[in-house]
């Protein structure tokens, strides 16, 4: 289960979107070089809010592109970093992943996917009812959270649109993702 990444995103400073970039360099237990999210502990403002000596979970955030077209498919436009995620991705379904897999990106570089982002607010601000297109609630009733994965940089590397996604699933039992 290969898949290609589509772009690459960073923001030095807090905002909802991240502009794209030409390449991004990930940097071993730390994230995005030069990302407001990057750090051992939490950055995630609502989570620095409840304890800030939390580790961080999320260094490193994933979206699969095949997202945008499901909304786009109700209305919605988004592009790559405009739900403020690092890498965008291709022909892996992160969703099913479990937790611990390894995504070895490009020549070097290899995050360990830690779980589900847990979308806020703040994507009503970007568009008005996209929360409940990436936020949802399956037949039995159980929220199902579709905007991307977190994860932590294992080994660091450069990272560039175009390069290929491995993936190495965790040995023995498997885990499903949870919020983060």
Known sequence: MNGVVTAVSR???YSFTKPN???ITLLAGLGVEGDVHSGVTVKHRSRVAQDPSQPNLRQVHLIHEELFEEVRGAGFGVGAGELGENITTRGVDLLALPTGTLLHIGEDAVVEVTGLRNPCLQIDGFQQGLLKQVVGRDESGQVVRK??????VKVGGVVRPGDVVRVEL???EHRP????
Do not use: C, H, I, K
């Not at 905007?147 to 932590?152: I, T």
């Open 170 to 172: 965790p040995v023995g």
């Open 147 to 152: 905007a991307g994965v977190m994860s932590v």
């Open 11 to 13: 923001n030095d400073v």
């Open 177 to 180: 993702l949870e919020r983060v």
């Open 21 to 23: 970039r030409e390449s």
